[in-house]
């Protein structure tokens, strides 16, 4: 009988869902990738932040290009508030040239990016994170237990035209984070161009 049980235990556990990247309410790992500037870049290195808003994001994606502009306003309304930017390159340059180091560093001048735009080469960061599109957003917050993931998705409801935009969840997540409140929404769907990862 006790044969039979444990072969039973064995093989729901085999059913067990895989876990695939972060989710809501989960612990992150510190990183350390190198910055568009050849400076190696750790959220450790932010003594003084609240959180921060990571962002998935790339030179060549239409969707990635459309949200520029708002990429760049969430850095200067929250990093000073402690809740800086933090973007990440998730795609290979080996699938995507245009994706390198170099075209990194061409399009974050092209932007004036005053926030990193690190590039994870092994895509070991990325593989943690496990974004599914450009852009990709997850906002995390500073507690006694580490980073956690509070947020993750789309930026806003309105991909093409931020102006029309009538939900800007990252905003209202951070809102509600600086104001010691439980964050309303915490998931939704990240729209834009799929991730190109290697060996995969």
Not at 70 to 97: C, M, T, W
Not at 178 to 192: D, E, R
Request: with cysteine.
């Amino acid at each position: 009988m006790k044969k039979l049980m444990l072969l039973v235990v064995v093989a729901l556990a085999g059913f067990a869902p895989v876990k695939n990247g972060y989710e809501v309410g989960d612990v992150v790992a510190d990183f350390k990738l190198k910055n568009v500037d050849g400076k190696m870049i750790s959220l450790s290195d932010y003594k003084d932040a609240k959180g921060f808003i990571v962002i998935f994001d790339c030179n060549t994606c239409p969707m990635s290009r459309a949200y520029n502009s708002r990429i760049i306003d969430l850095h200067k309304k929250y990093a000073s508030q402690g809740f800086p930017v933090v973007l990440i390159n998730p795609n290979s340059a080996e699938i995507v040239a245009e994706e390198s180091f170099e075209k990194m560093k061409e399009h974050a001048k092209e932007h004036n990016y005053d926030f990193p735009y690190l590039y994870d080469e092994s895509q070991e960061t990325v593989r943690k994170f496990n974004p599914t599109n450009t852009p990709h957003t997850f906002v995390l917050t500073k507690t006694a237990d580490g980073l956690k993931v509070a947020y993750i998705g789309a930026i806003d409801n309105n991909s093409r035209n931020g102006a029309k935009a009538s939900k800007h969840y990252v905003e209202e997540a951070v809102n509600e984070l600086l104001t010691g409140k439980t964050v309303t929404v915490t998931k939704t769907k990240a729209i834009g161009c799929s991730v190109k990862l290697k060996n995969s």
